[in-house]
């Protein structure tokens, strides 16, 4: 297939794009810099070069695909208004094409606020952030367009050896450092491997029926505590130390949308497992690397 990109140098995004090639398809990927074209390149796609906060400039110059994956991530203030006004120019660019493409669009976790001891699934009530409102109208807008064949994929947080949403903790750690931990170290995490994500996204892609929802969690819940504990055991080490930070001062800190590191949830991923045939390698406390 012919795939273009958006956000093939982030973090979830490389690993997507690292699938993709492996499954033989074809990418074009959004580059926002001379450096990002070179390294989508050397990863295997051929680079168009534009911005996300002025997609008018590049969205025509998008040749026909297959599918669109988007993975890319703005967390300024403004995001909402980015990804509407991405929306406005690109849904129109894609129902112009020879054929309606598939168009993978990301959600989040966050989207469903705290569910205690609940596990959320994709028939759960959103209760998002304010943060984040914006984009449940986004995520059904691309799900009801008439012009591509919508389907979204809800990541729950995100990691890699590399670190992803452990980039702090592991840092810390090997820095000898106390460990913050945003809200609690009782906070719990619903958890997913950055290559188990991609390949997620790939049946997304390949299989899943228009207007699907998919929940990319492999690991439906552990606590904060015990996966700063897993990763010290990891780096061999021994009885980390740790320190609560406040969630207004992380949001003073990071912006108002780092209020999701506080939220406390649980997320099942077994609708992709069972229709999609979606098997995580990393499940498990035991597996996470």
């Given at each position: 297939?012919?795939?273009?990109?958006?956000?093939?140098?982030?973090?979830?995004?490389?690993?997507?794009?690292?699938?993709?090639?492996?499954?033989?398809?074809?990418?074009?990927?959004?580059?926002?810099?001379?450096?990002?074209?070179?390294?989508?390149?050397?990863?295997?796609?051929?680079?168009?070069?534009?911005?996300?906060?002025?997609?008018?400039?590049?969205?025509?110059?998008?040749?026909?695909?297959?599918?669109?994956?988007?993975?890319?991530?703005?967390?300024?203030?403004?995001?909402?208004?980015?990804?509407?006004?991405?929306?406005?120019?690109?849904?129109?660019?894609?129902?112009?094409?020879?054929?309606?493409?598939?168009?993978?669009?990301?959600?989040?976790?966050?989207?469903?606020?705290?569910?205690?001891?609940?596990?959320?699934?994709?028939?759960?009530?959103?209760?998002?952030?304010?943060?984040?409102?914006?984009?449940?109208?986004?995520?059904?807008?691309?799900?009801?367009?008439?012009?591509?064949?919508?389907?979204?994929?809800?990541?729950?947080?995100?990691?890699?050896?590399?670190?992803?949403?452990?980039?702090?903790?592991?840092?810390?750690?090997?820095?000898?450092?106390?460990?913050?931990?945003?809200?609690?170290?009782?906070?719990?995490?619903?958890?997913?491997?950055?290559?188990?994500?991609?390949?997620l996204y790939l049946r997304t892609?390949?299989?899943?029926?228009?207007?699907?929802?998919?929940?990319?969690?492999?690991?439906?819940?552990?606590?904060?505590?015990?996966?700063?504990?897993?990763?010290?055991?990891?780096?061999?080490?021994?009885?980390?130390?740790?320190?609560?930070?406040?969630?207004?001062?992380?949001?003073?800190?990071?912006?108002?949308?780092?209020?999701?590191?506080?939220?406390?949830?649980?997320?099942?991923?077994?609708?992709?497992?069972?229709?999609?045939?979606?098997?995580?390698?990393?499940?498990?406390?035991?597996?996470?690397?």
């Open positions: 297939m012919h795939v273009f990109l958006l956000g093939g140098t982030g973090f979830i995004g490389r690993h997507v794009l690292q699938r993709l090639v492996e499954g033989g398809h074809e990418v074009i990927g959004l580059a926002r810099s001379e450096a990002s074209a070179e390294r989508l390149k050397a990863a295997g796609a051929a680079p168009l070069l534009g911005d996300l906060r002025a997609p008018g400039e590049w969205a025509g110059k998008v040749p026909p695909v297959d599918a669109v994956i988007h993975a890319a991530a703005d967390f300024g203030d403004d995001m909402g208004e980015v990804e509407t006004a991405l929306l406005d120019v690109l849904l129109p660019v894609l129902g112009a094409m020879p054929k309606r493409p598939r168009f993978v669009y990301t959600g989040g976790c966050w989207l469903f606020g705290d569910t205690g001891a609940q596990v959320a699934t994709e028939e759960s009530l959103f209760d998002p952030l304010p943060a984040f409102g914006w984009m449940i109208d986004n995520m059904q807008r691309v799900l009801e367009s008439p012009e591509v064949e919508g389907v979204v994929i809800h990541p729950a947080m995100v990691y890699s050896d590399e670190g992803g949403v452990f980039s702090s903790f592991m840092g810390a750690l090997r820095g000898g450092r106390t460990v913050d931990v945003i809200g609690s170290p009782e906070i719990v995490w619903p958890l997913v491997h950055a290559d188990d994500l991609a390949d892609m390949e299989r899943a029926r228009p207007r699907s929802v998919y929940n990319g969690s492999a690991i439906s819940g552990m606590t904060v505590g015990a996966i700063v504990s897993g990763l010290a055991a990891h780096l061999g080490m021994e009885h980390p130390e740790l320190r609560a930070v406040s969630v207004d001062e992380a949001a003073e800190r990071l912006g108002e949308w780092a209020r999701g590191y506080a939220v406390s949830q649980r997320l099942s991923g077994d609708k992709a497992r069972v229709e999609l045939g979606w098997k995580p390698r990393h499940e498990s406390a035991a597996a996470l690397f």
